[in-house]
Structures are given as structure tokens and as C-alpha cells.
């Protein structure tokens, strides 16, 4: 009985891992290629600051709402100009659309980082010495 509670606790600690690193991975955050151009983005208190590959500053995005179809929509700040937009196809934020204020559509795609640790692919000890 006991064995089976020790299996079950490991169980459980190790779907919890892998949940925590998913959802971290889920975030507006990192480098996007938008169009032919790129950005990177930083959560900054209740927002998150956009910088692009060929600019100087930052805008600032906060997030507005959730669509009925499951789509993620951040706007650029400010009222009473006409505001950009990212709108992501889902929670994963690695894949949707930037219309920019004068309406013009650009593809968005999450960029890998390249120093992410990814699984091994053999698992299989290697052999030698």
C-alpha cells in the first residue's frame, strides 16, 4: 500500500512540473516575427512593452478581452488614437495577426528561443567507457 501512495505522490509531482512549465510557456512573451519585420516582448507590470527590430522606444500593449472563438486580442495604449493590435488564434500565443492602426494585416508567429531546453531525443544511455 504503501509503495502505491509513494507511485501516486511522484505521479502527481511530476504532472504538476509539467503543467507549471506548459503554462509558462504560454505567455506574450518573447520574440515575434510580424510580417517582415520582428519584435520583442516583455511583460511590464499590467501591460507588456513592445519593442521592434527597426525602431527606437517601446509601445506598450495591455490585454482586452477574450473572443467568443477562443482568440486573444492586446491592444497598443491610448483612447483617442486609433490603436494597434495583436490577435493571437489561441491561449499558446504563437500564431495570429497584427493589424496595425491604419488597417493594414500582418502575419504574427512566435520565434523559438534558442537557448530553450528541449527533451532528449534518445533516451537511451550512451555507450563507451
Known sequence: MRAIKVFLAAGLILFIACYAS???ESEFEGKYQVGSTSCTVKP???AFEVRWARGT???VFF???ETEDGKYI?????????QDRFEFDDHQFI???FVRSDGKVFKVKKIAAENRMMPCRNPAPFKGK
Do not use: N, P, T, W
Open 74 to 82: 492586446f491592444v497598443s495604449e491610448g483612447k483617442d488614437v486609433l
Open 57 to 59: 522606444g517601446f509601445m
Open 22 to 24: 506548459a503554462e509558462q
Open 44 to 46: 511590464i507590470k499590467m
Open 63 to 65: 490585454f482586452e478581452r
Open 95 to 97: 500564431s495570429g495577426r
